[in-house]
Structures are given as structure tokens and as C-alpha cells.
């Protein structure tokens, strides 16, 4: 009797504690779509929005034990969730748009980065981790790409609060930046949208300044971008296999699954969509549904994260992720603008 009892009362007791900490996530990231009519706040995307108003909630205002269990659950699990869905956005025959060499640039000049990043990090003296985050960050996709690393490193949420931070500014600089540079080198449309798409970071920084360049060069560039999306799957494995194999060769027990089911979940759903197996009623309401699962995600590592302990780390982390931007920058300007193109 007693144990149907317990039974009974369990749902209640779920309830009691996750809902608290599911609503204040809720709340900050309706805040973070709110801010998109704010001017000044309008080139950011809501995910990027929503760490810095959880971080300034948690600081100010603070939280308590009752939130806590739901903020955990809506933080690194709902994360996997929704980097596993952004499979439902790339479909492979989006690349035939900037063809076999266009895709061979972004795999270069992702995997440059990345080695530049650990290299420099190392010299910098910067921590391990938060040198995964930012030069992951840097050279796939941003927010999304650092919030997919951190779910195989040991990276803390302030690792992850500064990295987008770095992410977040540098990015900025290069949405505004870029079309000036554009303009006086004189480059084409479709040159200046390949280079746009291979070295700017964030998805919506990339839309705002690839259209600058006009209809041509703002859809070369989303295109190029979603390439360097779909090469976070292949990067978050090879990461996770490094791990793997470096703790072992530590004596420690390795953390997590070596191929993490949130990435075999994202290839799969990815090839599902190029094949059109899913029909449009199905899959856009879950295309609709990922950004916000992301923002979620995002507000609840923001409600994680001390300031306190940020202003431990210094200036080092930021020099390393401008130098990361300055050489993503470079190097695919100079693919892009010294290699001919057919058309």
C-alpha cells in the first residue's frame, strides 16, 4: 500500500521541483525574444540574449534551491536536445550552391582555426577548456557551437558565459566591419558571400552582413554558413574521441559515450531531411520549435553563472578569441579572393 501511495504522490513531487526553475527559464527566454524590438539588441540573436539576462538575474536578483533542479534539466540536457534537432535545417543539396570547393574552404578554414585556437591558447596559457569553447566557437558556428562542445568537455557555465561573450563581440565587429572591407577591396557579391559565410560566427550576424552585400551575396553566405554548421557534427566527434582517449591515457574513467547520441541524433535527422522523408507539417513546427529550445538552453547556463568568477579570467581569453577572429577573418579572405571562381 505504501508504495502505491509514493506512486501516487509522484507526479506532484516532479512537479514541485522542476516547474519553479522550467518558469523562470521560460521567463527569461520570452525576455530574450522580447528584446529583439529594442534597436540596439535587434542584431542578436535571442539565444546570445538570453545567457546575459540570465547572468544578470542570477547576479542581481538571485535564484534559489527550489529552481535549481529545473534549471539543471533545461540547461545541458535540453541543449543536446536542440542541437540534435538543427539536423531538421541542413539538407545536403543546400551545397550545391557553392560546389565541392566552397564546401573544401570551409573545412579548411574551419579546421585551421581550430588547430590556431588550441596552439595560440596553449601559448596564452589560457585554460584548456575554455580554449575547446572559443575555438570551437570561432570557427563552426558560434553560441550553438560552443553550447555542443560544452556538452563533451568539463567546461563550467562561466567557461561557456565568457566564450560567448568573446563570440558575441567579436562577431558584432565583423557584421559591421566586413561590408566596409568589402566595399574598398571590390570584390564580388559571390565572393564577398562565401567570405562572409566561412568567417563570421553567428548565423543571424551572417544574414546581417551578407545582405549588405545584396540578394546574391547574402545567399551564398547563409549557404556557406549552414556548410560550417553541418561540420560541427564530424568536429564534436573527433573532440569527443581526443577526450576519450586522453583520459584514459590519464587513468581516468572517460566521461560520457565516445560518438555522443546527440550528435548521431543530429547526422541522422540531417540525412532524414535530405532525403525528404519528413513531411513540412512535421518537420517546420520543429524547425520553429529548435531556436527556442536553444535560447532556453542558453538562459538557463546564464542562470549558472557567477560574474564573480569571470572577472577571474582575465584579459588573455579575450586577446586569444580577437586572434582567432582576426585569422578566420584573413585566412578566408584571402581562399576566397585569390582563388578564381567559375562563376
Not at 569527443?240 to 572517460?254: D, H, M, T, V, Y
Amino acid at each position: 500500500m505504501a508504495s502505491i501511495t509514493s506512486y501516487r504522490r509522484l507526479p506532484a513531487g516532479i512537479i514541485a521541483r522542476y516547474v519553479p526553475g522550467v518558469v523562470l527559464v521560460s521567463v527569461i527566454t520570452a525576455s530574450a525574444y522580447g528584446l529583439r524590438a529594442i534597436p540596439i539588441f535587434s542584431y542578436l540573436s535571442p539565444m546570445i540574449s538570453a545567457i546575459f539576462v540570465g547572468m544578470l538575474f542570477a547576479n542581481v536578483v538571485g535564484t534559489n534551491s527550489s529552481s535549481g533542479s529545473g534549471v539543471s534539466l533545461s540547461g545541458k540536457r535540453l541543449l543536446r536536445l536542440a542541437v540534435a534537432l538543427l539536423g531538421f535545417q541542413i539538407s545536403f543539396a543546400q551545397f550545391v550552391d557553392i560546389g565541392a570547393r566552397g564546401i573544401a574552404f570551409a573545412a579548411i578554414s574551419l579546421g585551421a582555426t581550430f588547430i590556431f585556437t588550441l596552439w595560440m591558447g596553449r601559448l596564452l596559457r589560457v585554460d584548456r577548456e575554455l580554449v575547446r569553447l572559443l575555438a570551437a566557437g570561432t570557427s563552426v558556428c558560434g553560441a550553438s557551437a560552443i553550447a555542443a562542445t560544452s556538452s563533451v568537455s568539463n567546461a563550467d557555465d562561466e567557461d561557456v558565459a565568457y566564450a560567448v561573450a568573446c563570440i558575441t563581440l567579436f562577431g558584432t565587429i565583423a557584421m559591421f566591419l566586413f561590408p566596409f572591407v568589402a566595399l574598398f577591396a571590390g570584390v564580388s557579391d559571390h565572393t564577398y558571400g562565401l567570405w562572409i559565410g566561412l568567417s563570421v560566427h553567428e548565423v543571424a550576424q551572417v544574414v546581417g552582413a551578407g545582405f549588405q552585400g545584396g540578394v546574391e551575396a547574402g545567399e551564398v553566405a547563409v549557404v556557406t554558413k549552414l556548410a560550417r554548421v553541418m561540420m560541427l557534427a564530424p568536429l564534436i566527434i573527433c573532440l569527443s574521441i581526443f577526450l576519450s582517449r586522453s583520459q584514459k591515457r590519464s587513468g581516468k574513467a572517460p566521461r560520457g559515450q565516445l560518438v555522443p547520441l546527440f550528435v548521431v541524433g543530429f547526422l541522422s535527422l540531417a540525412v532524414v531531411n535530405s532525403l525528404g522523408a519528413v513531411p513540412d507539417v512535421v518537420r517546420e513546427p520543429i524547425v520553429a520549435a529548435t531556436p527556442v529550445l536553444l535560447t532556453a538552453a542558453m538562459a538557463a547556463l546564464g542562470l549558472g553563472t557567477s560574474v564573480a568568477k569571470l572577472k577571474r579570467y582575465g584579459s588573455r581569453p579575450l586577446l586569444l578569441g580577437f586572434m582567432a577572429s582576426v585569422f578566420i577573418a584573413g585566412m578566408s579572405y584571402l581562399m576566397v579572393a585569390m582563388v578564381p571562381w567559375d562563376n
